[in-house]
């Protein structure tokens, strides 16, 4: 399937797992981060105080996920394309820059470094 | 560090706002209203900046005022290279110059890159008119975020 239908399955599917898990759960969401596994992945989400999501999906057995996103944000994200003025905010990320730096980030995060080979 | 974010985003809105017109305002037309803006606050803000420093001997003491001190005040960094010809011609290098940092490191986005300097140029003119050197200044960007301004210093 495309992208664009990935990316509206995948909002789909976090907006009403948020709203199940808020309802049912008797803390309340910590920091914004949440995650579910199934036996083959595991999808893990970090919402921004700004609301913007930032999901990634790993295997079952990645550790760390919630430090590497937050690293994410704040390293990657807000550097390279908050205080870029040619990257519109609500438009698909186009800055090259972004994506070496993302690269970088994941590559050197200690989940990368222990994916079963 | 949250002080820095204040300018920059400030001077990105100026730049978008200067070429809000689309097709009706010309790239010239809004480099030279970015220039003036940035003329006027190197103009006051030499004279706030030195307030207790003496005469400077000549023009090259005046141009390492701007690399070091300037530079610090307003980027957090010097200028890495000066060079001159002695006749009036001085070229600022500055590796990592701090509004490009963030855009790209290459050549992506070049051709915009001219309209984050217009500001700077007019900074470092307005800056020199007031410590009494008239010039023309003018900058240029090969690779991001490395750029060059070019001081040439109106005399006679």
New interface residues.
Partial sequence: MTKDEEAKLMYGMIFSMKSFVTKVSPVDLREGYMSYATNKYCLNLYETPSKLKFVLNTDTHAQGIKELLHQLYTQVYV??VV????CPLNKPIE???FA?KLDEVVKQSPAYASRPA | MAEE?VF?FIH?EA??YVFQGGEKVSEDEAVSKLEHMGFATGYRLVERLTRESGRYKDELDIMKYICKDLWVTVYKKQIDNLRTNHQGVYVLHDNRFRLLT?????K??LQ?APR?LAFTCGLVRGCLANLGVTCVVTAEVTHLPACKFQIQVQRG
Wanted: avoid cysteine.
């Fill in positions: 550097e390279y205080f870029n003025p040619l800055s090259e820059l070496t | 974010a920059d990105m730049v978008s963030h855009m790209a490191n290459g992506q986005y915009y984050y």
